[in-house]
């Protein structure tokens, strides 16, 4: 018997079956040995498109999303969905739902009429390296070379009274102001936390980008 699996055995007789899904490490490797007996699954995240709380390489718990009972669904939410063109698997957040109206205006998202407030604190620094996909980070403070401190702005972001989260800015580019979209039925519109070096819903299907998220792609929710 390998140590891998002496440790899952134990973790299985120690822990209850209605007890909350946990995981661990063995190495890189990431067991949760009790989810799918509590309708969750464990990913671990491929890349930091939603650094800063989201990793790549982490370990985190999501639990199973029912479309029929979208009215669930709320603003801030952490989703993984199937691209609606690749059906590749992709992890975002909820920024509007199905009727609200959403721009981008000198970084700040402005959600129904209303600007979010965001309050920045200390910068958010990695070292320089390649993720698991072999991209290499964009960095606030370039040119930084392999192995340097590579360095983002950070702020705090309030997208209602009881949902704030981190996220991160490099530059003001041409994402950063952008016209009025309207969520579609039965769709939510979701960007990453690092804003700047992330896939969203800023941009359409043939740009790259999610575009509108249909509900019936959403497989998993942020069990928080």
């Known amino acids: 018997m390998t140590l891998q699996t002496l440790l899952i055995l134990i973790f299985l007789f120690i822990t209850p079956i209605s007890a909350k899904a946990q995981f661990f490490k063995v190495g890189d490797l990431c067991l949760c040995p009790t989810c799918k007996l509590q309708n969750r699954k464990l990913f671990t ?15 985190v718990v999501f639990n199973a999303f029912d479309s029929e009972k979208q009215k669930h669904l709320m ?17 975002g957040r909820v920024i509007g739902l199905e009727g609200d109206t959403i721009q981008m205006s000198g970084g700040l998202i402005i959600l129904n ?23 290499m980070p964009r960095c606030n403070n370039s040119p930084v070379k392999m192995g ?28 950063d102001n952008t016209g009025i979209y309207r969520v579609q039925k039965n769709h939510v519109f979701a960007l ?5 070096n992330a896939a969203n819903s800023r941009f359409p299907h043939n740009f790259g980008g999610w575009g509108y998220i249909p509900i019936k792609n959403i497989g998993w929710i942020y069990a928080e």
């Open 192 to 196: 990453g936390d690092n804003r700047d």
């Open 113 to 135: 009429g209303n600007k979010l407030k965001q309050r920045q604190i200390d910068n958010h620094e990695v070292i320089k390296e390649p993720n698991i996909t072999g991209a």
């Open 75 to 91: 603003h801030g939410d952490v989703i993984v969905f199937r691209h609606p063109i690749s059906n590749v698997p992709h992890l």
């Open 45 to 59: 995240i491929p890349s930091d498109s939603m650094a800063p709380n989201f990793n790549a390489r982490d370990c």
């Open 148 to 175: 340097e401190v590579c360095k983002k702005e950070q702020f705090v972001e309030n997208i209602s009274a009881k949902k704030s989260y981190n996220v991160l800015n490099i530059e003001t580019g041409i994402s």
